[in-house]
């Protein structure tokens, strides 16, 4: 993989932070975008401009065609069985709020438990705690390192328990969820399976079929797509029977005074009103791309600038790291200073003065904390653009990372 090559797609690159080159490591939050991305956008507002499924003129005609071209760019992306499971949405957050949504008012009964855990983004706990039912919250115990083994899941499957809600991979650790074997345990037992794809989806291949998930959800910004836009997946056996969290333009055939309502086919009775079709258009573009590189060459590359970070920084006692065994782009850290924790949000500010974007905080996992025993950490996540010589400056950057250091720069 050439990636001084791969580094010219994206023009972002080419600007400074605080006077210093970009080094920017908060892949995990949201990726830059390539020159491609970008002028599929601008050819949209330029050359298209029209409304999707809504005008009989030439122009609202290629527009249509792009936008369902998108959807089965996304369809195979995923390898879904039909075009007709892919729905768009605003990112994964609208998606498992919409799952939700739907099975509690369609689905679940009061007591009905769902099952997920503590390394959990915010998107996949937040709506359950907020079901318009009396939904029990489960949490299948993480181990020692913070990761989710399929012996736990055996051990917290129970028959309360009808919804299983998990990230494919932990956007604070970056550890891989076993989710074959899961869905295999839950559909033995009847249970619905959602998936949080936002930080699998840039990094590895994705099947849904292989993976037999129910539900699965994805946001572009994270693979170099455009922000506000993504997919829900959903098997059409249920997304057939759902009926949508929206209404309006769109989503129906037609109705009346008396509030019949005649919805269209899946997966437009879910897209009610108009959609981002620039967005659509430019996450179509970054899935076509990513697939050029190729993923398994992604997932491979990040690997390799982990341990190329960890080795640099082995013997730097100040450094600790929480998921130095997770086989993925993310390093989560702290920085200690005479035995006593530095302000992760002080660290990253620091770290600004070299022109180094890291993302520090929970990271959105708020109930991680209890399991790691720290606050809050820093999070530096690579992606298939960043290279060894930027991760040498880091290195470099955090010799100099010490309390009064980080306190200095703010006068």
């Given at each position: 993989?050439?990636?001084?090559?791969?580094?010219?797609?994206?023009?972002?690159?080419?600007?400074?932070?605080?006077?210093?080159?970009?080094?920017?490591?908060?892949?995990?939050?949201?990726?830059?975008?390539?020159?491609?991305?970008?002028?599929?956008?601008?050819?949209?507002?330029?050359?298209?401009?029209?409304?999707?499924?809504?005008?009989?003129?030439?122009?609202?005609?290629?527009?249509?065609?792009?936008?369902?071209?998108?959807?089965?760019?996304?369809?195979?992306?995923?390898?879904?069985?039909?075009?007709?499971?892919?729905?768009?949405?605003?990112?994964?957050?609208?998606?498992?709020?919409?799952?939700?949504?739907?099975?509690?008012?369609?689905?679940?009964?009061?007591?009905?438990?769902?099952?997920?855990?503590?390394?959990?983004?915010?998107?996949?706990?937040?709506?359950?705690?907020?079901a318009s039912k009396k939904i029990e919250l489960q949490y299948i115990p993480?181990?020692?390192?913070?990761?989710?083994?399929?012996?736990?899941?055996?051990?917290?499957?129970?028959?309360?328990?009808?919804?299983?809600?998990?990230?494919?991979?932990?956007?604070?650790?970056?550890?891989?969820?076993?989710?074959?074997?899961?869905?295999?345990?839950?559909?033995?037992?009847?249970?619905?399976?959602?998936?949080?794809?936002?930080?699998s989806t840039p990094h590895i291949k994705i099947d849904v079929q292989d993976?037999?998930?129910?539900?699965?959800?994805?946001?572009?910004?994270?693979?170099?797509?455009?922000?506000?836009?993504?997919?829900?997946?959903?098997?059409?056996?249920?997304?057939?029977?759902?009926?949508?969290?929206?209404?309006?333009?769109?989503?129906?055939?037609?109705?009346?005074?008396?509030?019949?309502?005649?919805?269209?086919?899946?997966?437009?009775?879910?897209?009610?009103?108009?959609?981002?079709?620039?967005?659509?258009?430019?996450?179509?573009?970054?899935?076509?791309?990513?697939?050029?590189?190729?993923?398994?060459?992604?997932?491979?590359?990040?690997?390799?600038?982990?341990?190329?970070?960890?080795?640099?920084?082995?013997?730097?006692?100040?450094?600790?790291?929480?998921?130095?065994?997770?086989?993925?782009?993310?390093?989560?850290?702290?920085?200690?200073?005479?035995?006593?924790?530095?302000?992760?949000?002080?660290?990253?500010?620091?770290?600004?003065?070299?022109?180094?974007?890291?993302?520090?905080?929970?990271?959105?996992?708020?109930?991680?904390?209890?399991?790691?025993?720290?606050?809050?950490?820093?999070?530096?996540?690579?992606?298939?653009?960043?290279?060894?010589?930027?991760?040498?400056?880091?290195?470099?950057?955090?010799?100099?990372?010490?309390?009064?250091?980080?306190?200095?720069?703010?006068?």
């Amino acid at each position: 993989m050439d990636v001084n090559k791969i580094r010219e797609d994206f023009p972002i690159l080419n600007r400074t932070m605080c006077q210093k080159p970009l080094i920017y490591f908060d892949n995990s939050a949201t990726t830059l975008k390539p020159d491609c991305v970008i002028q599929t956008i601008t050819n949209y507002y330029t050359y298209l401009g029209a409304n999707a499924h809504r005008g009989d003129y030439e122009m609202s005609g290629q527009v249509d065609a792009q936008f369902e071209g998108a959807r089965k760019i996304a369809q195979k992306f995923i390898n879904a069985r039909y075009p007709e499971e892919i729905v768009f949405t605003s990112g994964s957050t609208m998606g498992l709020n919409e799952i939700c949504i739907m099975l509690t008012s369609q689905y679940l009964k009061d007591g009905d438990a769902v099952l997920t855990c503590q390394s959990e983004h915010a998107s996949s706990i937040l709506p359950w705690m907020k079901a318009s039912k009396k939904i029990e919250l489960q949490y299948i115990p993480l181990d020692s390192h913070g990761k989710i083994t399929l012996e736990n899941v055996k051990k917290a499957l129970n028959d309360k328990v009808k919804v299983v809600c998990l990230a494919q991979v932990s956007n604070v650790l970056g550890y891989q969820t076993p989710i074959k074997e899961i869905s295999e345990l839950c559909h033995a037992r009847n249970i619905i399976l959602i998936v949080d794809g936002a930080q699998s989806t840039p990094h590895i291949k994705i099947d849904v079929q292989d993976l037999d998930v129910d539900f699965f959800v994805m946001s572009a910004h994270k693979m170099c797509g455009p922000t506000g836009v993504g997919i829900l997946y959903g098997k059409k056996k249920y997304l057939d029977v759902l009926e949508p969290v929206f209404y309006g333009g769109e989503s129906n055939a037609r109705f009346d005074q008396c509030g019949h309502v005649l919805l269209k086919e899946s997966p437009l009775k879910f897209e009610s009103g108009t959609q981002p079709i620039e967005a659509v258009l430019g996450m179509g573009q970054a899935m076509k791309y990513i697939e050029e590189i190729g993923q398994d060459r992604i997932h491979a590359y990040e690997v390799e600038l982990k341990r190329y970070f960890l080795d640099k920084i082995k013997d730097m006692n100040h450094i600790v790291v929480y998921n130095k065994d997770s086989e993925c782009g993310i390093v989560t850290f702290n920085v200690m200073d005479h035995g006593k924790m530095i302000f992760a949000q002080d660290v990253a500010s620091f770290l600004n003065t070299k022109g180094i974007a890291v993302r520090s905080g929970q990271h959105c996992a708020k109930l991680l904390p209890e399991v790691l025993n720290v606050n809050s950490t820093v999070r530096a996540s690579f992606y298939f653009y960043n290279t060894k010589e930027e991760i040498d400056t880091f290195v470099e950057a955090l010799k100099e990372v010490t309390l009064e250091n980080c306190v200095n720069i703010f006068f």
